[in-house]
């Protein structure tokens, strides 16, 4: 009989436990959210008649932390819904949500123990990388966008570019950074490797974690995508480049340049930047092409400036630098300094 009687307790226990009122789940969920306007919280069973859903603060089992300004609802009876504000939440922010013990739903189930939730927003890192200019043929310099202000502190622990990095501000960026105990936090930045690179060489840029946001607390993650660049080869002279009848043509140095268009200018092609200020110090020309009676005339104006290079190098890519002067007869010599 006594074990009897143990049997229909424990059942009753059992079936005491499956009434309890149950969270069947609380979204956003994950380590790195964006986007949301909502913390939607999910009972197994409804909570509030229909009628007035739109409840206080003190009026809800929940509590959000951080807070970010809930106005909290109920959706149906047993979904409850905490609204964000038209700025949403805070990046880069742990935030904790946490339902009281002794929630009680409209047919008495009662929640036995707290429940808590946890969640990462959307944390910092590299959206974009790009050669903004060369600081030297093996040297590039990068503009970076982030996805939310970052220090500059962070970023050269970050970020590794064939080794150490120097960051600096983007000349173009006209928004006001934002200042903290780290220094400026910016979402455009200039980067470029701390010593010169190995010539003619694929280098990845790499993101490891450690990102710091101006906006948050949560350090940013090591990103997989890495981003490859190549640097220029010594400076050599590769020969000139011309239109002929509808494609270019290269040629080499010592060999004639025949058939070019007589109403386009001729390249001289370099397999690095070459400055425009010692190319026309060095250049010859013989015997020299004729040039218009105006003194003012500088057949070098459309050339560029010192070092006229704004993009990503890739292997075996010459570097043309092209004058505005008339061509050159057929049998002019085009020298440089070797």
Not at 127 to 154: C, D, H, I, K
Not at 163 to 181: I, K, M, R
Not at 239 to 250: D, I, N, T
Not at 325 to 338: D, E, G, H, I, N
Request: net charge negative.
């Amino acid at each position: 009989m006594a074990r009897v009687l143990a049997l229909l307790a424990g059942l009753f226990a059992v079936a005491a436990h499956a009434a309890d009122l149950r969270i069947t789940r609380i979204t956003p969920a994950g380590d790195d959210v964006r986007g949301e306007r909502q913390i939607v919280i999910a009972f197994d069973r409804a909570m509030v008649p229909l009628g007035r859903m739109q409840r206080g603060s003190d009026e809800v089992p929940a509590r959000v932390a951080p807070d970010p300004g809930c106005r909290w609802r109920w959706l149906d009876p047993q979904l409850l819904a905490c609204d964000l504000p038209d700025d949403g939440l805070q990046p880069a922010t742990a935030y904790r949500v946490d339902v009281e013990a002794g929630t009680t739903a409209l047919d008495g189930a009662v929640l036995r123990k707290a429940v808590a939730h946890a969640f990462v927003t959307e944390r910092p890192r590299l959206l974009y990388a790009g050669v903004a200019s060369w600081r030297a043929p093996t040297q590039p310099e990068l503009q970076l966008r982030f996805n939310q202000p970052v220090t500059a502190a962070s970023v050269v622990q970050a970020l590794r570019f064939g080794g150490a990095v120097e960051v600096g501000p983007d000349l173009f960026d006209s928004t006001t950074p934002f200042y903290t105990p780290q220094g400026e936090a910016r979402e455009l930045w200039r980067l470029w490797p701390r010593e010169p690179l190995p010539a003619d060489r694929t280098v990845n840029l790499q993101v490891g974690a450690g990102l710091v946001s101006a906006q948050g607390t949560q350090p940013g993650q090591a990103q997989d995508n890495t981003t490859a660049f190549h640097t220029f080869p010594e400076p050599r002279w590769l020969g000139l480049a011309c239109q002929v009848g509808q494609a270019e043509s290269r040629f080499a140095p010592g060999v004639a340049a025949t058939g070019c268009s007589p109403l386009d200018g001729i390249e001289l092609v370099f397999s690095a930047p070459v400055a425009v200020a010692a190319l026309r110090e060095h250049l010859a020309i013989e015997p020299s092409p004729p040039l218009p009676q105006d003194p003012d005339y500088d057949p070098w104006a459309n050339a560029g400036d010192a070092r006229p290079v704004a993009w990503r190098h890739a292997a075996g890519q010459g570097a043309p630098v092209e004058s505005s002067a008339p061509r050159p007869p057929p049998t002019a010599c085009v020298s440089t300094p070797t």
